[in-house]
């Protein structure tokens, strides 16, 4: 009895916590459908299409990521202050990520602008079932020129977006978001016919001005329910205290999505030396995964809403008590997610206009992402939590740092050094979260991240 108190929570608990996440995913949802719509769309233009905007996909995830690890190492101190009602300090925590995320923003544009055909190269390094590697070069180009103009509506977005989840007003993005999910979809079966990949990126990228206005115009116009937007573009200048607290405390975790972006990016890159079609395919299944995972995935984002509000209280057993009840719940929800990807295996890769052989490795692909789901859960809930409390730098380390030893090492050593195949490779390749799962509960357990880092 005591086992189950301490793991599930009453109702009013789980009411708390499906107020903040469900907003989350369906947000998140919304954007990973966007995805999906895209996807499915491009490939029925045919398996090179596909695969050349799969691969833009993943240089775009980097940038996505980045944005996220400067609005995260900024967005700790921001749950903490709203903790302690202070308007002033959400104020200028609004104002750094502004700053950093347009500064991001710039130099990734830069990048991509005048690197994007190498970077694109590097996972079309050969093709033994009869794939056209300069057409998937050429459309992954193209598609990736256009969406760099939105990435200036989507970093703005995210900064609106995190600091109004931050102060627990949730629904305003999760509008936002299926504002731009209707008109998305719209502009996709509208274009994609005409402009081809162009047509996906071009819908992408008006999808991201409309919904980057709509939460910008709610909160401007809505100061009463938050008031920390009052005058935030009166200037940029903020405290220098906390500036070099957010910096010192966001710095590892801006660094942390980039390295885990980039790591991530380089076993896909591995992944590719098998040809065009295990890109294609896995492609499909991570797809699949990255939109039915947002369901345990915003518990996971609102533990570090909820216990890092309440570490900001100092209420220590409190954040504890409500951590180890969420970790519970995530991974609860994350078995009838892994229970679904595997029912749903062998029909979703139908979808897509592309070769049987595509077809069957997606079936695979799907079945391993299902397998490594629980893992997932528990995983990105001990992340959160660890980034709850300040501890930035071993959440980096637990993060980006078993991805490059532990995920792409197995991926890189696994594809190079035996004769594997690539579907029982990648099974293998999933199980090594198991280990990154060990780790987390060591740490979790040992408590140090009970951090108020925000003191008078």
Request: glycine share 10%.
């Amino acid at each position: 009895m005591g086992l189950k108190n301490k793991l599930i929570g009453d109702r009013a608990f789980y009411s708390m916590v499906l107020k903040i996440s469900v907003p989350i995913m369906v947000q998140n949802g919304i954007t990973n459908l966007i995805t999906l719509v895209n996807n499915v769309t491009v490939g029925q233009l045919g398996t090179e299409q596909m695969s050349g905007v799969a691969i833009a996909n993943q240089l775009i995830t980097i940038f996505n990521m980045c944005i996220f690890g400067a609005v995260s190492g900024a967005g700790i101190f921001g749950a903490q202050l709203f903790g302690r009602k202070d308007q002033d300090g959400i104020r200028s925590v609004f104002r750094i990520k502004f700053i950093l995320c347009i500064a991001l923003t710039l130099l990734v544009m830069a990048v991509f602008g005048f690197m994007g055909t190498p970077l694109i190269s590097a996972f079309l390094q050969g093709s033994s079932d009869g794939g056209n590697l300069n057409l998937a070069l050429s459309e992954g180009y193209q598609y990736l020129l256009i969406m760099l103009i939105g990435f200036i509506p989507y970093a703005i977005g995210q900064v609106y977006s995190s600091t109004l989840r931050e102060v627990k007003e949730t629904v305003v993005p999760m509008r936002a978001g299926i504002a731009a999910l209707v008109l998305s979809v719209g502009l996709n079966f509208l274009l994609i016919p005409i402009l081809g990949v162009a047509g996906a990126a071009w819908a992408t990228v008006v999808s991201r001005f409309v919904e980057m206005g709509l939460m910008a115009r709610w909160t401007h116009t809505h100061v009463e329910e938050v008031p920390f937007i009052h005058g935030v573009y009166r200037s940029m200048k903020v405290p220098g205290g906390l500036a070099k607290q957010v910096i010192a405390k966001g710095t590892p975790l801006l660094i942390n999505e980039t390295l885990w972006s980039v790591g991530m990016t380089m076993i896909n890159q591995t992944y590719s030396v098998h040809g065009l079609a295990v890109v294609a395919g896995i492609n499909i299944a991570t797809t699949l995964s990255n939109l039915i995972s947002v369901i345990f995935k915003s518990v996971g984002v609102s533990v570090g809403i909820v216990v890092g509000s309440l570490l900001g209280t100092g209420d220590m057993d409190a954040a504890r008590d409500a951590d180890t009840k969420m970790i519970a719940f995530s991974v609860m929800i994350s078995l009838g997610v892994a229970a679904m990807m595997a029912a749903i295996s062998p029909l979703f890769p139908q979808l897509y206009n592309t070769t049987a052989q595509v077809k069957d490795l997606a079936m695979w692909f799907i079945l391993g992402e299902a397998v490594r789901t629980p893992l997932r859960a528990f995983v990105d809930a001990t992340y959160y939590t660890l980034r709850s409390g300040g501890k930035t730098i071993i959440t980096s380390v637990f993060d980006s740092g078993f991805v490059w030893l532990g995920n792409f090492g197995s991926a890189y050593v696994l594809t190079y050094f035996t004769q594997i195949p690539i579907v029982p490779l990648y099974f293998l390749c999933q199980l090594v979260e198991a280990l990154k799962c060990v780790i987390g509960y060591v740490l979790v357990k040992r408590g140090s991240w009970m951090n108020q880092i925000m003191t008078d």
